[in-house]
């Protein structure tokens, strides 16, 4: 018997002056159980952390995570904690929201924000 699929949707592309942050891959559809990974792209950002929101259709985005690549370990939004939730980071501007063992509760669209000293905000789609 097949278990529950969960879908988590990433958000894609948003422009803001130069800065162009992307997400991969759009949509991601895990067994309940597995792991979920989803990454995100700063662009030319390099010197400013990912921050990772998790949002219910409906509902208010709910801060999960930020991490920087010179931080020593990952800092959580209220609610959300490790081992369930973590990021890593394979460059200077790119990083990975890990999910593990996942749950029905953790389908939702899942995005990544990052500052952009063009414009002094955060930016996302």
Known sequence: MLGTLCT????LTCVSGVTVVTQKPPVVTVTKGET???D????TVTNYEAV????IPG???QYVLRFHHSYSSVRYGS???SPKFTSNHQSTSDYR??????????????YCKTWDGSVNEYISQ
Request: proline fraction near 3%; include cysteine.
């Open 8 to 11: 988590l949707i990433t958000a």
């Open 36 to 38: 979920a990974t989803m």
């Open 40 to 43: 995100c792209n700063l662009g």
């Open 52 to 55: 990772w929101y998790k949002q």
């Open 59 to 61: 509902g208010v985005p």
């Open 79 to 81: 609610g959300f904690s």
């Open 97 to 110: 929201l890990i999910i593990n063992t996942v749950e029905e509760g953790d389908s939702a669209v899942y």
